[in-house]
């Protein structure tokens, strides 16, 4: 097993796409987009999912692999999940 440690890494779909899309959507609502605000408006998007792990190749990137994996309806709800929070952070913002 040790031979081959770091061969292989497990990545968070959900997480990845969240990553992927919430910074651009952020900015897009004029609301604030500092690091805690984004930070905080990830965690609530991802605490509305459960965990979609998948593991991949070292050498993949993990953004392509994530949205080759993902299905057009669970990235709708992932969509619809990050607009709730963003709305959510920008009426309530923690700083
Ligand atoms: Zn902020």
Not at 53 to 71: C, G, L, M
């Amino acid at each position: 097993m040790s031979e081959h440690k770091g061969e292989y890494a497990l990545i968070n779909v959900t997480e990845q796409i969240v990553k992927n899309l919430l910074p651009d959507m952020m900015s897009g609502t004029g609301g604030c987009t500092c690091e805690r605000c984004i930070m905080d408006a990830m965690a609530l998007a991802l605490n509305s999912f459960n965990g979609n792990y998948i593991t991949i190749k070292s050498s993949e990137d993990p953004e392509a692999a994530a949205e080759s994996h993902i299905s057009a309806s669970d990235r709708k709800k992932i969509i619809l999940s990050i607009t709730k929070s963003i709305d959510f952070v920008k009426g309530n913002p923690r700083h």
